[in-house]
Nanobody, 120 residues
Framework: QVQLVESGGGLVQPGGSLRLSCAASGRIFSIPVMNWYRQAPGEQRELVASITRDFSTNYADSVKGRFTISRDNAKNTVYLQMNSLKPEDTAVYYC??????????????WGQGTQVTVSS
């Protein structure tokens, strides 16, 4: 199994910044892809950003130029630097990984979610 621990959410004013972190632990062989999703009240969960093990990235159009995803392969940790935050970025942010676990193969894992609120 893989455990994901997220941190870094909170309340920030419009135009502010936050940095989310998600650390994966367990009998991990490799993590090919690490993602950040978000879900606002009454909305479907959406993919915000993704990064592969060789650092190829992809972003939702709504966050391009404002958010940056990065990862530390040695620490099995993914980050989301969020700048120029807008009220519409308010949501619960979820870390998601597809990990190869020793003795189990590849599977999909989710973090518990961290609240990000952008408000004045």
């Amino acid at each position: 199994q893989v455990q994901l621990v997220e941190s870094g959410g909170g309340l920030v004013q419009p135009g502010g910044s936050l940095r989310l972190s998600c650390a994966a632990s367990g009998r991990i062989f490799s993590i090919p892809v690490m993602n950040w999703y978000r879900q606002a009240p009454g909305e479907q969960r959406e993919l915000v950003a993704s990064i592969t093990r060789d650092f190829s990235t992809n972003y939702a159009d709504s966050v391009k130029g404002r958010f940056t995803i990065s990862r530390d392969n040695a620490k099995n940790t993914v980050y989301l630097q969020m700048n120029s935050l807008k009220p519409e970025d308010t949501a619960v942010y979820y870390c998601n990984v597809r990990a190869v676990v020793l003795g189990r193969g590849s599977d999909n894992y989710w973090g518990q979610g961290t609240q990000v609120t952008v408000s004045s």
